[in-house]
């Protein structure tokens, strides 16, 4: 069958009319701070986070009523550049290659002014449970994630700028970040204003830094990469999943923060050689597949109930699956992604073509959201089509 025929096509050709219609904007889970009526808040902590939550949790779209307008959010515009460029791979059309380097030199454009190397961060403020994070202040997620689109392109359109970038980006990790050392070893922070320890951060960071590496040779930015990926590894429960966390008020274990985890190990396994991980890699893997999905593909936002479905674990988990299914030859994962695909092609996306925010056995809430659903679908899905194609071929 060809990739044109298959729904996968076709709903990622829905979305991405969606995205062009409006302009590469929608909403966010955490953008509540954005709204008008933040200054009732007086500024202080505990009624921003009332404001905040209140906006995120609710079942309804209030962000209209409460003067909160789509915007386009940099790791947004970092999966766009993933799924631009899985699509141009996929089918040598130009207008994708296009729009992958109009992507990536927005994403130069856009970055986080003021720091040692290329950083990006939220376009609103933040409040989380660890720390306060402003406006455009970057973190290691945002950058790390956006630096492997950089890597991705650089190898598949050899342009050197964007090895240059990543470059930039590794050095931005070095200086501007803390490292600092917790019971489980070295921990590359979260953000620039404190020591915060996140599994999922100081992965992606690691992984960055590996995947900088592999093009460059610095022994450095090796180095740095294995203490972090080893002292993450190390924080791996005995069932072989990881906290959000090591810190209590961190101890839960959701889909898409388990897929970096994983993803950020095999990459860096891939760029690195070193292989000592893999073990735990096996075992996380196993417990991934065996607890967070459906019989029928529904993406599980905990391990251990089906709370509810959310968008970012649906393509999240399509992304990983079809990563390890290519890098490990097994099919099954393959297999598994177009389960989860389907069942979120089914259940959550508009006739309008974008995604909604997230659906329960009761009510969906059918908020557009632009980074946290659209674009990563878009990546998925592509990313999906590529790798299918590829099988078939």
């Known amino acids: 069958m060809s990739y044109t025929q298959t729904p996968f096509w076709e709903?990622?050709?829905?979305?991405?009319?969606?995205?062009?219609?409006?302009?590469?904007?929608?909403?966010?889970?955490?953008?509540?701070?954005?709204?008008?009526?933040?200054?009732?808040?007086?500024?202080?902590?505990?009624?921003?986070?009332?404001?905040?939550?209140?906006?995120?949790?609710?079942?309804?779209?209030?962000?209209?009523?409460l003067g909160i307008k789509?915007?386009?959010?940099?790791?947004?515009?970092?999966?766009?550049?993933?799924?631009?460029?899985?699509?141009?791979?996929?089918?040598?059309?130009?207008?994708?290659?296009?729009r992958t380097r109009w992507a990536l030199d927005w994403l130069i454009a856009n970055n986080s002014k003021g720091y040692s190397g290329y950083c990006w961060g939220n376009a609103f403020d933040y409040i989380s449970r660890g720390s306060d994070i402003p406006k455009y202040a970057p973190t290691v997620v945002w950058s790390g994630l956006i630096g492997h689109e950089f890597i991705e392109a650089?190898?598949?359109?050899?342009?050197?700028?964007?090895?240059?970038?990543?470059?930039?980006?590794?050095?931005?990790?070095?200086?501007?970040?803390?490292?600092?050392?917790d019971p489980n070893g070295l921990v590359i922070s979260y953000v620039t204003n404190a020591n915060l320890s996140v599994h999922n951060a100081n992965l992606i960071g690691a992984r960055m830094?590996?995947?900088?590496?592999?093009?460059?040779?610095?022994?450095e930015l090796l180095d740095i990469a294995t203490e972090a990926v080893r002292s993450s590894v190390k924080g791996q429960l005995e069932n072989g999943a990881w906290y959000y966390g090591e810190h209590p008020m961190y101890h839960w274990i959701d889909n898409w923060h388990t897929a970096y985890d994983l993803d950020s190990i095999l990459g860096y396994q891939i760029c690195s050689g070193n292989t000592e991980f893999q073990p735990a890699l096996e075992k996380g893997m196993d417990f991934y597949?065996?607890?967070?999905?459906?019989?029928?593909?529904?993406p599980k936002y905990y391990w251990?109930?089906?709370?509810?479905?959310?968008?970012?674990?649906?393509?999240?988990?399509?992304?990983?699956?079809?990563?390890?299914?290519?890098?490990?030859?097994?099919?099954?994962?393959?297999a598994l992604a177009e389960r989860v695909a389907l069942w979120t092609i089914r259940n959550m996306q508009d006739r309008d073509g974008y995604f909604y925010l997230w659906k329960n056995s009761w009510f969906t809430n059918k908020t557009p959201t632009f980074h946290w659903g659209a674009a990563t679908m878009h990546h998925a899905l592509a990313h999906l089509l590529r790798e299918r194609t590829s099988r078939e071929h």
Request: proline letters at 5%; a positive charge; charged letters at 25%.
């Open 11 to 65: 709903s990622v050709q829905r979305l991405d009319a969606w995205l062009v219609r409006n302009e590469y904007k929608g909403y966010d889970p955490f953008d509540g701070l954005s709204s008008y009526l933040r200054p009732l808040t007086f500024y202080k902590r505990f009624p921003q986070q009332v404001l905040q939550q209140g906006v995120r949790r609710n079942p309804f779209n209030l962000r209209p009523l």
């Open 70 to 98: 789509p915007h386009t959010s940099t790791k947004g515009v970092g999966f766009l550049a993933g799924g631009y460029l899985n699509l141009f791979l996929l089918t040598g059309e130009a207008r994708y290659e296009e």
């Open 154 to 181: 650089y190898r598949a359109l050899k342009d050197q700028k964007y090895l240059d970038v990543a470059r930039s980006i590794a050095t931005h990790i070095l200086k501007d970040l803390p490292r600092f050392t």
């Open 209 to 219: 830094l590996a995947e900088v590496y592999r093009e460059t040779g610095e022994k």
């Open 289 to 298: 597949v065996k607890h967070f999905f459906t019989d029928e593909g529904g």
């Open 304 to 334: 251990d109930r089906a709370y509810k479905y959310d968008i970012q674990s649906a393509s999240q988990a399509i992304d990983t699956l079809t990563f390890f299914s290519r890098e490990w030859q097994r099919p099954e994962y393959l």
